[in-house]
């Protein structure tokens, strides 16, 4: 058996590393937010720094925050944590963080991506570690204030000061992610398996698939009402089993019928071709190609985000679920 991965929960960690220093949290999107206010509610000294008196610095200030320029924030940080864009992270830091940070201030980073592939080069004298949620920023703040906390990864990549797990171990309890439990990694696994994660299942894999079944229902000359709910709505209910109760027990939840199906038929479609394509996604994320082809797309204004996205928005599984909608959310559990 390979060797067991290093668990970290909340009897492991202590705020103490952190809780005399000011961290700057930089942005207030998806994970910015959620992590600033769950440092915050740890009792941790949050100062958000945003780049523009936009949507974000509205939403700071609604949730008490008083932003400031990130420059500012950063002047007067020791743990500075990056929670903008990974395509924008190298030229906040290049042009705002470097010149203005104190000498020896922690650089922290929620994924792996612009240390990993050389996009910034921190300076020798300042920590460089990482905290990963492994879910949606919205998420890790609903658990949090549920009592919980989403899973994370951590990673040390510079450790100059000697300490920088016990700090990257602090930053995870103060998102409350060691009440589930904190898994050590580096950098290179967590953002190679992140990119992998996200395009052949999370994101791209799962909508896909979806999107083929719903497709194939609609084509065959079934109705468009009819195939969303069966290849797109019920996922989310069928996950939640797999959440709660693993394979084991999603498959003990649906019909024998379901079962053989399921066990003959998945495995069909889901074939070595697919899992031959998995591992060229893999090697593409792995050689660095997919980097490279991602930088340059930002670098042209991202046509194929902007496309992909109208597609989508347009497209009849959208707006056969704009049809849906009520009947979804009418049928949603009330508490
Ligand atoms: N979305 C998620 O739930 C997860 C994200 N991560 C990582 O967290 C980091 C942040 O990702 P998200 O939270 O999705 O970011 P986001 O897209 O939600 O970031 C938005 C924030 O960045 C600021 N921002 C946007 N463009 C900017 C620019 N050009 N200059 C300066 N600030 C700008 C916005 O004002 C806003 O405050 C990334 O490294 C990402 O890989 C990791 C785990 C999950
Ligand atoms: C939410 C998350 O973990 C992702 C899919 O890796 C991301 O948003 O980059
Ligand atoms: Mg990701
Ligand atoms: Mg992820």
Request: charged share 30%.
């Amino acid at each position: 058996m390979k060797k067991l991965a290093k668990i970290y929960t909340d009897q492991d960690a202590s705020l103490d590393p952190i809780k005399d220093k000011k961290i700057a949290v930089l942005g207030y999107g998806n994970q910015g937010r959620a992590w600033a206010l769950n440092l915050r509610d740890s009792g941790l000294n949050v100062i958000v720094g945003l780049e523009r008196e936009g949507n974000s610095w509205k939403q700071a200030v609604q949730d008490g925050f008083q932003p400031v320029h990130t420059e500012d924030a950063v002047k007067q940080a020791d743990i500075i944590i990056f929670l903008i864009p990974d395509m924008v992270q190298r030229y906040v830091y290049r042009e705002k963080v470097q010149p203005n940070m104190k000498e020896g201030a922690d650089l922290v980073f929620a994924h792996g991506f612009n240390i990993h592939y050389k996009l910034i080069d921190p300076p020798s004298t300042s920590d460089v570690y990482m905290v990963a949620p492994k879910g949606p920023g919205a998420t890790v703040r609903d658990f949090y204030t549920k009592g919980g906390g989403v899973p994370a990864l951590v990673a040390v990549q510079q450790n100059p000061s000697g300490k920088a797990m016990e700090k990257a171990l602090a930053i995870a309890k103060g998102i409350g992610a060691t009440r589930a439990g904190v898994i050590e990694t580096t950098f290179k696994e967590e953002t190679e398996t992140d990119l992998f994660g996200e395009q052949t299942t999370l994101v791209g894999g799962v909508m896909e698939l979806m999107r083929s079944a719903f497709r194939t229902l609609v084509e065959l000359g079934y109705q468009p009402e009819v195939a969303y709910f069966e290849t797109i709505n019920e996922m989310k209910m069928i996950v939640d089993i797999i959440y709660e109760k693993g394979f084991t027990g999603m498959l003990k939840a649906v019909s024998d019928t379901a079962k053989y199906g399921g066990l003959t038929v998945g495995k069909f479609v889901i074939n070595e071709e697919v899992r031959k394509r998995m591992l060229e996604a893999a090697e593409k994320i792995r050689s660095g190609k997919f980097a490279e082809e991602w930088i340059e797309e930002y670098n042209r204004g991202s046509p194929t985000i902007k496309e992909g996205l109208e597609e989508i928005e347009n497209s009849l599984e959208e707006q056969t679920r704009r049809r849906l909608k009520e009947i979804i959310e009418r049928g949603k559990p009330k508490s």
